[in-house]
Each structure stands twice: as structure tokens, then as C-alpha cells.
């Protein structure tokens, strides 16, 4: 008894201070199999590849009840949207209802797990610039769910007024990394453009290649003039240069971010200037 209340407690610690073998067991809901997992999240069945979601609170949902990944990070990216002007309205909660109803083909579990994962998020620690990559990844195939995302941030944004400062940074951040992607600007969706395709009739599509992300990455095509790419280049770089984000009081994955970025942003520069030859 003494023995197994040693091994109990010993379980305990290394649950709680982290041993790197903190394993989750679980069955299978599909092929009943026994199945090792290290986080919430989606997986695969490593037996009968069904996937399934194991949330934080330990439930297992099947993939027809669970949203998948990218329609969680949408739920809690919202709810960081609506948050991010202290206040979670009323008004706000009601349109990203009706955008979830209009929008998104959700089950009526799905839609449930949606509103779930909007209330834990509202006052959860990971960062909004964080879930804005995941999406980007996740959705990086098909842009035109990039497109509704931002179009819906603005919806959430405007609906209790006009778009609060904080609401705004948030937005251009999300603009400023599915760009990548997209290839929108701020001020076009500002004017009511967004729509798939831009001036340089530079759309997106899955042909692209690694060159076409680095002019993506400047936010030129390969139509630009070299001018129009050193002063794309100039500007990014100054807007994400380490050196501006040091002093300021920034959250951490903002600085992360930026650095990321920066580093991105340099890469891209000299893949372009080997191609065209400029020196
Ligand atoms: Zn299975």
C-alpha cells in the first residue's frame, strides 16, 4: 500500500515538474487501440489513421463532433479580437455567432466546440500573434479562408464602434502574415477591396514557387522594377528591424515575431537580388 502511494505521489511530481516522458494514454475512439499522445490537440490513429481531438479537459471527440484545428484557431483568435479592447461586448459575441452560423458549416457539436474554445480563449495566455501563424500554416493551401478571417477580424472590430487601437495592431498583424500568402494590404481591405485577387493580378495559387514567396515575403511580383524591390526592402526592413523593438515594452511574441520576420524578410531580399543580379 505504502509502496503504491510512493508511486502515486512519484507520478504526481513528474506530471507536475515535467519529466519529458509525460505520455497521455488513451484508447482509440475509433479502433479502440491503445494510443500514446504527448499534448491536446489532433492526432492520428498511428493503428486505423482516424483522427480525433483530445482536449485540454480530457475529452476525445471525434473528428465528425470537433472542429478541426484550423476552425479552433479562428475560435480563438476571435475571441483575442474581442478581447483585445478589454472589453468582451454583447454585440460582439453576437456577430461572431452569426458569422459562425453564416459562414462556417459547423455541425451543431462543431458549433458548440467553436463557442467553447471562443470562452476559454478570451483570457488565455497564448499569444494572438501565434494562433495568426498557425493559421497561416494551417490554411496556406486555401487563402481565400485567410481572406474571410480578416474580413470577419474587421466585422468583430467594427461592431461596437469604431476599430479600437489595440484591435487595429492586431489586425495588421494578421494582414501583415497572411500576406505571405494573400498578398493584401491593410488599407485595401480598409477600402472595402478584399477580394482574392490584387492590382498586380499577382493571385496565389498552389503553383507557386519558392521565388514567388520571396517576392510575396516583399510584397512585390516578379512584374516589380528592382527600384520598387529595394524600397519595399528598405521599408520592411526598417519597420522590423530588432533594434526598434528593443527598448519598447513589447510583448514577447511581438519581438519573436518581428525577428522572425526580419530574418525572413532579409532572406527573401537576397534570394531576389542573386536571381536579378543586382548588386
Ligand atoms: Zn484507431
Given at each position: 500500500m505504502e509502496v503504491l502511494g510512493f508511486i502515486a505521489i512519484c507520478y504526481f511530481i513528474s506530471k507536475f515538474f515535467g519529466g519529458n516522458d509525460n505520455k497521455i494514454n488513451l484508447k482509440c475512439?475509433?479502433?479502440?487501440k491503445d494510443v500514446n499522445i504527448d499534448t491536446p490537440g489532433f492526432w492520428n490513429c498511428p493503428y486505423c489513421d482516424n483522427s480525433f481531438h483530445y482536449r485540454s479537459d480530457g475529452r476525445v471527440l471525434l473528428s465528425d463532433e470537433a472542429c478541426n484545428e484550423g476552425v479552433i484557431l479562428i475560435a480563438q483568435l476571435f475571441a483575442k479580437l474581442a478581447k483585445a479592447d478589454d472589453v468582451v461586448s454583447r454585440q460582439e459575441i453576437d456577430v461572431v455567432d452569426r458569422i459562425v452560423r453564416n459562414d462556417l458549416e459547423l455541425s451543431d457539436p462543431q458549433r458548440k466546440e467553436f463557442r467553447e474554445a471562443f470562452n476559454e480563449h478570451?483570457?488565455?495566455?497564448?499569444?494572438y500573434l501565434e494562433i495568426i501563424h498557425q493559421l497561416n500554416y494551417f490554411y496556406r493551401e486555401t487563402p481565400q479562408v485567410l481572406l474571410f478571417i480578416v474580413d470577419s477580424l474587421f466585422t468583430i472590430a467594427r461592431v461596437d464602434g469604431g476599430i479600437h487601437m489595440s484591435q487595429e495592431n492586431f489586425i495588421h498583424a494578421a494582414i501583415e502574415t497572411f500576406n505571405t500568402t494573400i498578398n493584401m494590404r491593410y488599407e485595401d481591405f480598409l477600402q472595402g477591396?478584399?477580394?482574392?485577387?490584387?492590382d498586380n493580378g499577382n493571385e496565389y495559387d498552389n503553383t507557386d514557387t519558392a521565388e514567388d514567396r520571396y517576392y510575396h515575403v516583399l510584397g512585390c511580383?516578379?512584374?516589380?522594377?528592382n527600384d520598387e524591390i529595394k524600397s519595399a526592402y528598405k521599408r520592411l526592413v526598417q519597420q522590423y528591424h530588432p533594434d526598434k523593438h528593443v527598448?519598447?515594452?513589447?510583448p514577447e511574441d511581438m519581438i519573436e515575431y518581428a525577428a522572425n520576420k526580419f530574418k525572413e524578410i532579409r532572406q527573401a531580399y537576397e534570394e531576389i537580388k542573386k536571381e536579378r543580379k543586382i548588386s
Open positions: 475512439p475509433y479502433c479502440r478570451k483570457n488565455s495566455v497564448l499569444g477591396e478584399g477580394n482574392s485577387s490584387n511580383t516578379a512584374n516589380s522594377t527598448s519598447k515594452d513589447l
